[in-house]
């Protein structure tokens, strides 16, 4: 019961002097990253149904890696202090690959990382994107949003790959392809969202070619110009997604479903705003149950008629 006071979020964790000095050993160290997997506040189903048994625990120690990383960028409402947090989780990545590890994701990671050979640099582009939100919240050139999407989604799409036991040249540009799709899909349904942590992802470019202000955008005015502009960036997502697709073709089976669930919900998304004629600023549009279920069943279908990889 005592362990079970420490399971802390990582806001609560970093606050909580005892947490902090402890010193976690592996198997306690596992069932903090095992229960931040399953019951933090944004969790999401991060071990698939299909997802083999022996990577579960992998996953879950990957995942937290990544919940770390966002809670300290997002949920400090700090910026000098996340900075802080975020170079100092930097320093216990780089410790870890050095072989010292005492904070429980890095006690449980390291051995992950050693089983599926896990690069560094993953980890610290992770880290870097969460550094960069804390001092950048406009982005001028699609060029450059597309830059800061190759740090904060691609690697994660590529550790997956490494957990599954893929590491070639193919594949990863195939998984990059879907996840900065992934990521630029999330930021145009989420338009509302980040105006509201002052953040706005929609290229100041691309608003101005279609004459569009980016006051426009902040006062949530919905005009033909900001609807052209969003037309503009959801075609260049959709081909990201239809690029990244063959990656399904060429990975093992479970796994595959998987990248086609996230691939198909994000295309989705995007139909969802073409329904809406492109205004993603008066509601945030969102996936029904009906949607989901439609996209669970066409994967699978394609899944049972599809031959081993």
Same mark, same amino acid.
């Given at each position: 019961m005592a362990l079970r !006071? *420490?399971? !802390?979020p990582p806001k609560?964790?970093?606050?909580?002097?005892e947490a902090m000095a402890? #010193?976690? #050993?592996? &198997?306690?160290?596992e069932a903090y990253t095992r229960w931040l997997a399953t019951s933090h506040y944004e969790?999401? *189903?991060?071990?698939?149904?299909l997802l083999p048994k022996r990577l579960h625990q992998d996953f879950y120690n990957v995942y937290a890696f990544c919940r770390w990383a966002d809670d300290l960028g997002d949920e400090i409402h700090d910026p000098g202090e996340s900075l802080r947090l975020l170079y100092w989780w930097r320093g216990l990545v780089n $410790?870890?690959?050095?072989? *010292?590890?005492?904070h429980p994701v890095f006690v449980a990671l390291q051995q992950t990382a050693r089983k599926h050979s896990l690069p560094e640099e993953p980890f610290l582009d992770l880290v870097s994107a969460f550094v960069r #939100? &804390?001092?950048? $919240?406009r982005y001028r050139t699609l060029e450059e949003l597309l830059d800061y999407c190759k740090y904060s989604a691609n690697p994660v799409g590529r550790l997956v790959l490494h957990l599954c036991g893929y590491s070639d040249a193919e594949r990863q540009w195939l998984s990059d392809a879907t996840c900065t799709a992934l990521q630029l899909a999330n930021f145009w349904q989420d338009v509302t969202v980040d105006l509201k942590k002052g953040r706005l992802y929609i290229p100041e470019e691309v608003l101005g070619e279609h004459g569009c202000r980016t006051g426009d955008v902040e006062e949530r005015r919905i005009t033909p110009a900001f609807r052209a502009a969003m037309r503009e960036l959801v075609g260049v997502t959709r081909g990201l997604? !239809?690029?990244g697709l063959p990656l399904t073709e060429?990975? #093992?089976r479970r796994l595959s479903l998987d990248l086609a669930l996230f691939s198909r919900g994000g295309l989705r998304i995007l139909e969802k705003i073409e329904e809406k004629d492109y205004d993603v600023l008066s509601a945030r549009p969102e996936l029904t149950k009906t949607d989901r279920a439609m996209l669970l069943l066409t994967s699978l279908f394609r899944w049972i008629l599809k031959r081993p990889a």
């Open positions: !006071l *420490h399971f !802390l609560q964790f970093v606050a909580d002097p402890r #010193d976690w #050993d592996m &198997q306690e160290a969790n999401f *189903h991060v071990v698939s149904f $410790r870890m690959f050095a072989g *010292h590890a005492s #939100d &804390q001092t950048v $919240r997604f !239809l690029k060429i990975v #093992d």
